[in-house]
């Protein structure tokens, strides 16, 4: 794998009069790396006492999802490995996401210069969306199952200018499954699907065993009593919605983070 590291050189490790424990917080070079799947942008970095953190950009460079699950990274200062705490991250084909990392010990401001292990990429492939049934409402039964997934209705809303509904769904398969709310839709009198009105677009992910809840709404439709929402039944539909999808991890990165010296005395 290749990897393009851009840092700032490292400053003066001693000056005159100051010694290393001298600065409460130290701050260090923005740094820019990656490969051919993704980039990874650093700045903001600064030690304290007991705690090390800086601001992470993350840029997907690829056609398919990429999962940075950052309990993996960790940062060695001071001849120790501390690990860092955090919920994975989904980034979409060609987006960007960013996230603070942090990681707690002592005498953390005492280092000029640590390496940021940069582990817990992966490559992820959704598979074909699972086919599902459509959902009468008013609702004759409040759950269903497809494949790997338990959709139950927790609550809805029918009414003439608007219809809402909320579900909760259960992931009992391997890995990682994709959940896209945007493209649930309903089927009316008419023959027509309609896309939900509002709802959270983004797409989420949920691992074995988690219960996650979505909405889907419905504004008033044309067409008199024949598409009241209040008084039709309506069928929801799901494809696309439920996907699992298989991961590929990706090689690690070892990044050099050096002190700012300029920059940590002039805020001193």
């Known amino acids: 794998m290749k990897i393009l590291v851009a840092a700032g050189i490292l400053g003066s490790m001693t000056l005159a009069g100051n010694t290393y424990g001298q600065y409460e917080k130290v701050y260090y070079n923005d740094t820019t790396f990656e490969t051919e799947s993704y980039k990874v942008e650093i700045d903001n970095i600064v030690a304290l006492p007991k705690e090390v953190k800086f601001r992470m950009s993350i840029t997907n460079k690829t056609n398919d999802w990429v999962l940075y699950n950052s309990d993996e990274s960790k940062f060695e200062i001071g001849g120790k490995s501390l690990d860092t705490k955090d919920k994975f991250i989904l980034i979409a ?11 707690v010990g002592a005498n953390l401001n005492e280092a000029r210069s640590f390496n940021f292990v940069c582990e817990g990429f992966y490559k992820v492939v959704l598979k074909e969306a699972v086919a599902t049934p459509e959902f009468r409402l008013p609702a004759s039964s409040n759950e269903f199952v497809a494949g790997n997934f338990k959709i139950t209705l927790a609550n ?7 219809t809402d509904v909320k579900f909760k769904v259960t992931y009992n398969g391997e890995g990682l499954a994709f959940i896209s709310p945007a493209k649930v839709a309903v089927k009316m009198p008419d023959g027509n699907l309609y896309a939900t009105t509002r709802s959270k677009a983004d797409v989420f992910a949920m691992k074995k065993g988690e219960t996650e809840t979505f909405q889907a709404s419905w504004d008033r439709m044309e067409g ?26 990706m090689d690690r990165a070892v990044i050099p983070l050096r002190w700012n010296d300029a920059l940590t005395i002039g805020k001193k």
């Open 156 to 162: 809805s809303l029918k009414e003439t200018g608007r």
């Open 224 to 249: 008199g009593s024949k598409m009241d929402m209040q008084l039709v039944e309506m069928l929801i539909h799901f494809e696309g919605v439920f996907q699992e999808s298989t991961q590929t991890k």
């Open 93 to 103: 084909p060609h987006d960007s996401k960013k996230k603070v990392m942090r990681a």
